[in-house]
């Protein structure tokens, strides 16, 4: 069955009668949960289950943001929590072969908490790269302040999902570090000269280009396109993303329900289509605003279906992990660096 280039959010924890008519006859090509929609994981496994029978697609990707810290859909009692970016970075610092084991370790533990629900994508890593006086939207997520560090840990990071059979969303390219405002709230505006840019935020990226999917960031960079953030520009698109970083795979929008986008939903869908996005990502479960993506997102085709399919394909098997020896080495790790 044909899908449509965007991933939508539901409100709860069941499908409403509504939802699912939806997603029948709007054919979103994958999905995305929050907290709002996790109870139990006999709960989680049958959503996920249902929203892929209502596409009618078993490959169907339902993604989730399980970074660890404070960014982590799953938690307590029912699933441990894990490490904050900040935290591996520490450890890095002290060790850096014993911070990139546990990088890799926390990733493949999280791997296998989502594969056991039927979760196929996880928002990581992120190769954010913040700076001082940045706002703490980043913060501790990230796994340090320097380009090398961060290419290294989100390396390890990418590793330990792909042995998990979970597929990474790099996120945020080409950087949301130095924003000096959440865009969940409000546009943020980067000022950095485009050389600056190329040698910190953009080179964090350049090692992980071959990563199958990314995730844009609602930040206007005035060196590159003092008009628009980089989700809506195109030359940041086709010159940066495509260009300077090198990215060829899958690329979504950040939330374009946040509101550091301008103008209506479906004029945020239209632009981040128009700008060269090849997928339009909407989370907030809002049904009104569902339809209004749906029909402005157009049919995958094209190279945005060829690099959806590639994604896809990319997913590996599991391989095996004794997770109560995992997580013993993690929490040995992380006791070390002071972070338990």
Known sequence: ?????????????QLSVAEREFIRGARPWGFILFKRNVD???????LVGELRSCVDRADAPVLIDQEGGRVARLGPPHWPVYPPGA?????????????????????????????????????????DVPVAG???????????????????????VTDGLEQGGVLPVLKHIPG???????????????????????????????????LPMAMTAHVVFSALDPAQPATTSATII???IRGVIGFQGLLMSDDVSMNALAGSIAERTRATINAGCDMVLHCNGKLDEMDDVARETPELTGEAMRR?????????????????????????????????
């Open 1 to 13: 069955m044909s899908s449509r280039a965007f991933i939508t959010g539901i409100s709860g924890t």
């Open 40 to 46: 139990t994981p006999d709960q989680v496994a049958a």
């Open 87 to 127: 935290a591996l970075g520490a450890l890095y610092d002290l060790d850096p072969a014993l911070g990139l084991r546990a990088a890799r370790l926390s990733s493949r533990l999280i791997a296998a908490d989502l594969i056991d629900l039927g979760i196929t994508v996880d928002c990581l890593p992120l190769a």
């Open 134 to 156: 940045a706002d703490a939207v980043i913060g501790d997520r990230a796994y340090g302040t320097t380009p090398a560090k961060v290419a290294a840990i989100a390396r390890a």
């Open 176 to 210: 949301h570090g130095r924003a000096a405002a959440d865009s969940h709230f409000r546009l943020p505006m980067v000022d950095t000269p485009g050389d600056e840019l190329e040698r910190t935020d953009f080179a964090a990226f350049k090692p992980l280009a071959d």
């Open 238 to 240: 086709q010159k940066v």
């Open 308 to 340: 959806a399919g590639r994604a896809l394909a990319s997913r590996k098997s599991p391989q095996p992990l004794d997770r109560p020896a995992a997580r013993a080495e993690l929490e040995a790790l992380m006791e070390r660096a002071g972070t338990a």
